[in-house]
């Protein structure tokens, strides 16, 4: 008997993880799906100013105008945290939060790192950082900018709040009992958000 209670109780959990997975996924997926989605139209607007030099972009998308366009962009995305345009060299010349932008520099990050090397580079999800002008963890989806040439002009970076994520996590995941645990991986296994915050784990590669 004690054995049958046993295999009745995992198999209970085991529908209502399974539930709880796929329920995850498509809320994850959904809205991934709609921050690409904006940012992908964000891009389109921009590339149509024509950038002759990567030292256009500087010049060119440094503009109150941009600055508009970007904050518009993002206004009805809800994991949104920041969208920012970033010169060939790194600096940030256009953001949402404030304008015009404090000085910051993100040529150390991975996915400048990534777009900066290959031109064929395309839907490139960063590992878990903290955000440069408010301190907050975000991950960045980014799309690459070229001149006329086809060089390396800068990028258009979205970045996705990890506490509005881990506040949806807690809604699903509080009746789930002592030790349960949530964590969202990128492809490679890095921790992109982790509910309870364990923020030691965030932007680590799981074993």
């Known amino acids: 008997s004690v054995e049958v209670l046993r295999r009745q109780e995992m198999e209970g959990w085991r529908g209502q993880l399974s539930n709880l997975s796929l329920a995850l996924a498509e ?12 940012l992908d139209a964000l891009v389109e607007r921009l590339r149509a100013v024509p950038l ?9 998308m440094a503009s109150r105008e941009v600055h508009d366009i970007l904050k518009k962009g993002v206004a009805g995305l809800p994991l949104a945290d920041v969208a920012s345009v970033v010169a060939a060299n790194g600096d940030v010349i256009n953001f949402t939060r404030a304008y015009p932008p404090p000085p910051i520099n993100l040529a150390d ?13 395309h839907h490139f999800i960063s590992t878990s950082v903290r955000n440069r002008g408010n301190g907050e963890w975000v991950f960045y989806l980014s799309r690459r900018l070229d001149d006329a040439q086809g060089k390396f ?10 506490k509005k994520l881990i506040r949806f996590h807690e809604q699903l995941g509080r009746n789930l009992g002592n030790g349960a ?6 492809r490679d296994f890095t921790v992109l958000a982790r509910w309870p915050v364990n923020e030691s784990a965030i932007g680590q590669r799981s074993p």
Do not use: M, P, Q
């Open 153 to 162: 002009a800068g990028l258009v970076i979205l970045g996705i709040s990890v």
């Open 181 to 186: 645990s949530i964590t969202l991986l990128r």
């Open 109 to 121: 990050r991975d996915y400048f790192k990534a777009h900066a090397a290959a031109g064929d580079v």
């Open 27 to 38: 809320h994850t997926s959904h809205e991934i799906t709609e921050a690409n989605i904006v």
């Open 52 to 60: 002759r030099t990567a030292g256009d972009v500087r010049e060119r």
